[in-house]
């Protein structure tokens, strides 16, 4: 079934065209990759599906329903979720409450019920903590709970940041770069999560460097630069394709 529906879309910013008449679709289950130069415009597409920019022309189906003028609250409602390129956590709030403020988004909490601390906000405040705690184990981060975010390695702040993303309920999950700057064994286990995340239901958008990882867990990738698809394929057939060896690839090509 497929999922999300992207036509005819671009986003241009002034002058510069950032996505230009681009389209696509995701099917749901999917682990979907999304590779090109940097500058090809994928972050750009990630903020226009989740509503950061309104697209300057095009339409965004998620579900059947066109979410191309939803506001970033709306998308998040209806189960899109994203991460950043760059950490964005709470660093001076513990790992636990980092996921505590992800689960507020989907939780009945009223404002007035929060500020006189009535009794259902304190169980829905118990009900956040053993979902947070549930994700964090789910995420492998339970020996973490009690520390400071700043305190964790690299590999398992970015592993809470899609833990944040995951208290939001997602139904397709974007994911942007989440194996920079890590060591082999950090992208390993990163690697291990993604596969966990889907086979829990969830459709992943992954905007990836690494080659190895990129060819080793997508279904499928599509390629775009300079805001338009290239090509698009499954690892093997995407490895043979000369438009995206000379836009892209070159001596990562060969990675196994
Ligand atoms: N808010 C903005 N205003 C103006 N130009 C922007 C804005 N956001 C992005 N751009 C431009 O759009 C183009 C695409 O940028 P984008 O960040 O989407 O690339 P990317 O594919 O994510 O690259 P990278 O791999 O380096 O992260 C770039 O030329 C960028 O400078
Ligand atoms: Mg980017």
Redesign the pocket.
């Known amino acids: 079934m497929q999922l999300l529906a992207i036509d005819d879309l671009s986003m241009r910013?002034?002058g510069?065209t950032?996505i230009n008449d681009l389209g696509f679709s995701v099917d749901q289950g999917e682990i979907r990759g999304l590779i090109?130069?940097?500058?090809?415009?994928?972050?750009?597409?990630f903020?226009v599906i989740s509503g950061v920019?309104k697209p300057s022309k095009g339409s965004i189906t998620f579900k059947g329903t066109e979410i191309g003028t939803m506001k970033p609250h709306r998308t998040a409602r209806m189960g899109i979720v994203r991460t950043f390129?760059s950490i964005t956590l709470f660093k001076n709030f513990s790992v636990l409450k980092n996921v505590m403020i992800g689960c507020h988004l989907n939780s009945n909490y009223s404002y007035w019920g929060a500020l006189f601390n009535t009794a259902k906000t304190r169980s829905s405040e118990q009900e956040n903590e053993s979902r947070a705690r549930e994700i964090l184990e789910f995420m492998g981060l339970t020996q973490y709970v009690d520390d400071l975010a700043a305190n964790l390695p690299h590999g398992h702040q970015r592993a809470l940041g899609i833990a944040i993303a995951m208290a939001a309920e997602p139904e397709l999950l974007m994911l942007?770069?989440p194996c920079t700057g890590m060591n082999p064994d950090e992208t390993a286990e990163m690697v291990n999560l993604i596969n966990k995340i889907r086979d829990r239901g969830v459709t992943i958008l992954l905007?990836e460097?690494d080659m190895k990882v990129v060819m080793g867990i997508c279904d499928k990738i599509t390629v775009?630069n300079f805001?338009t698809k290239i090509a698009e394929g499954t690892p093997a057939e995407i490895r043979k394709d000369e438009l995206v060896h000379e836009a892209y690839l070159g001596s990562d090509f060969d990675a196994p």
């Open positions: 910013f002034g510069l950032a090109g130069p940097n500058g090809a415009g994928k972050t750009t597409l903020n920019y390129q942007d770069e905007i460097h775009i805001g």
